[in-house]
């Protein structure tokens, strides 16, 4: 008996993220040095731990509101006050998610019907486009290579004239990833002034909002408060990938609807990675500023390192990632540059048609490694370009 043929028609559109299967697909190679996964390197700090500790002794074993915990969401709407101005009743406005990812999730399936287009600025995370397949609407790419992946309103135009009343939303991811690009207040106050013409949902992925290098992050719910859903999370500030902990900020009217889906999803956060997240957001409120320090030195080396071997890069003002161009003369099929790296020199990075064919002939490498580690990389990758001429 053949149960595979009675799934769902549209799981078959979609596939285990390109970036996982290249992990796994080098994770065999002898000696491999991998810079290929978006996770900090960094371990969570002592104090939130000692949080979960307590929370485990004190029984917050038990399940939270399907919103999450009071003093979880009062932190929460707490932090982003102080660090971007934006403001947010706890008890109706905020919502707890296992990571952004589920946030993601819950916010495109509570808005999206079939038949709908969703506008992506490309290269972008490959996270989005099988949530939007799943409900059965339609991906419609941006591509952003011509303007160093700055999204443009003109660009945004230009999509709303072409699809027209089928368009029911956006999704901005910035600081980026795959590029590490990210926009200042004038930039995105420029598209907010565009989309504010417009009736769609602006879901505005800001996972890495405290990753910035040259300017403080900026929101676009600061400008289009009642448009933005809003999804940030605590794994990248706060190197706790593994707490799963997000939050979902927007209108109550939003949120009221968004948390149905949220609730048939998974319930609620873990109560214990929610009670280590308040002492995140209250007592480590700026506990991303010693890993940021440390990026911006390993962005500044990975950045100089990748140029001088000839490939052209836009340099990366937030996340932890450098997104680069291969060079004329080697092979532009990024999938099998980055096969024949690994084979030839131990070193893996993420092919950039994992991020979509306006990123095909680029590669990602994540600098979220330790100094030693990053120079031997660029030392591997240096010798690979020197012998895939000869």
Known sequence: MDLTKRFNKQVDKIAVSMIRQFDEQVSDIRGIIKLTLGEPDFNTPDHVKTAAHDAIKNNFSH??????????REAATFFIKEKYNLSYKPTSEVLVTVGATE???????????????????APIYPGYEPVITLAQAEPIYIDTTSNQFVLTPEMIEVAMVEHGNQVKAIILNYPSNPTGVTYDRQEVK?????????????ISDEIYSE???????????????DQTILINGLSKSHAMTGWRIGFIFGPEQLITEIIKVHQYLVTAASTISQKAAV?????GMDDAAVMKKEYRKRRDFVYEQMTSFGFEV???????????????????????FCVDLAQKQAIAIIPGVAFGKEAEGYVRISYAADFDTLREAMDRIGNYMISALD
């Open 63 to 72: 399940y939270s509101g399907m919103a999450g915990l009071t003093d979880v």
């Open 103 to 121: 946030a993601i999730s819950a916010s495109l399936l509570s808005i999206l019907e079939p038949g709908d287009k969703v506008l992506l600025p």
């Open 190 to 202: 420029a598209i907010a002034d565009v989309l504010k013409n417009y009736p769609i949902f602006v």
């Open 211 to 225: 990753l910035t290098y040259d300017e403080q992050h900026v929101s676009i719910a600061e400008f289009i408060p």
């Open 279 to 283: 002492r995140a957001l209250i007592e």
């Open 314 to 336: 836009a340099r990366p003002n937030g996340a932890f990632y450098i997104f680069a161009k291969i060079p004329k003369g080697y092979e532009q099929d990024s999938m099998k």
